[in-house]
């Protein structure tokens, strides 16, 4: 079976370009998230979704960040203005019935570096 | 709000050590409690979990014991290999207090040394 798709893996862009994540998630899985990794914060929740439907985006940095799910295989995570402190390895996971009974499956990321 | 504690790397073993990897929690529910494993430019996976106190997780030589008294859930392995070298997140979710959200601790890089 496949796991997490994500896709660029590797992504150099200037300042103020619009940036676009993506991930497919394991067939099945009703949850989905969206974390950031960084040295200086480690690993940070940014929005999950159930069932297509964003439950808790309270993670996400500022308005520039925006993440949807238009259906069951697909979500994407767009950064719009990207500046330089948005450079990160970006992971989507997902779950079955949420973390509580069950475990995160992650993609392998999305590094991005903002010049 | 909850938050996982771990103990700060990196930590360097030579090959066949003990090893323990620190961990404690604070939850004012009864979260559900994770290590994960994140090897070099890959995703993090699940090496174990324990859902309630006393619990033991274990997983290829690796075993963690949910202690609620001491608020812990340390990581132990009898014997290292230079294969499991890698980082090392604590983790919980708890539904009472946090809904879905898994909260990850920094870290513990570990290295092991042929």
């Known amino acids: 079976d496949a796991g997490v798709i994500q896709s660029p893996r590797h992504e150099v862009t200037e300042m103020g370009q619009e940036v676009t994540l993506r991930c497919k998630p394991i067939?099945?899985?009703?949850?989905l998230f969206w974390y950031r990794q960084t040295m200086m914060r480690g690993l940070e929740l940014l929005i999950y979704?159930?069932?297509?439907?964003?439950?808790?985006d309270s993670g996400m940095p500022e308005d520039r960040f925006s993440a949807k799910m238009p259906n069951a295989s697909f979500s994407t995570l767009k950064i719009q203005p990207s500046e330089p402190r948005d450079s990160a390895v970006y992971f989507c996971?997902?779950?079955?019935?949420?973390?509580?009974?069950?475990?995160?499956?992650f993609g392998e990321g999305s590094r991005l570096t903002v010049l | 709000g909850d938050s996982v504690t771990q103990m700060e790397g990196p930590v360097t073993l030579s090959e066949e050590a003990f090893l323990t990897i620190n961990c404690t929690y604070t939850?004012?529910?009864?979260?559900?409690l994770f290590w994960y494993v994140q090897y070099p430019g890959e995703g993090l996976q699940l090496l174990l979990k324990?859902?309630?106190?006393?619990d033991k997780g274990s997983n290829k030589g690796f075993e963690a014991t949910y202690r609620k008294e001491t608020t812990s859930f340390h990581l132990e392995k009898g014997s290292v290999q230079v294969s499991d070298s890698a980082v090392y997140f604590c983790?919980?979710?708890?539904?009472?207090?946090?809904?879905?959200?898994?909260?990850f601790g920094a870290g513990t890089r570990l290295f092991v040394k042929a």
């Open positions: 996971a997902s779950s079955l019935r949420g973390p509580n009974t069950g475990e995160l499956f």
């Open positions: 067939s099945g899985h009703d949850y």
């Open positions: 979704f159930n069932n297509n439907v964003p439950i808790d």
């Open positions: 939850a004012t529910g009864y979260p559900s």
């Open positions: 324990a859902t309630k106190a006393d």
């Open positions: 983790a919980l979710s708890d539904l009472n207090t946090g809904g879905f959200k898994t909260i």
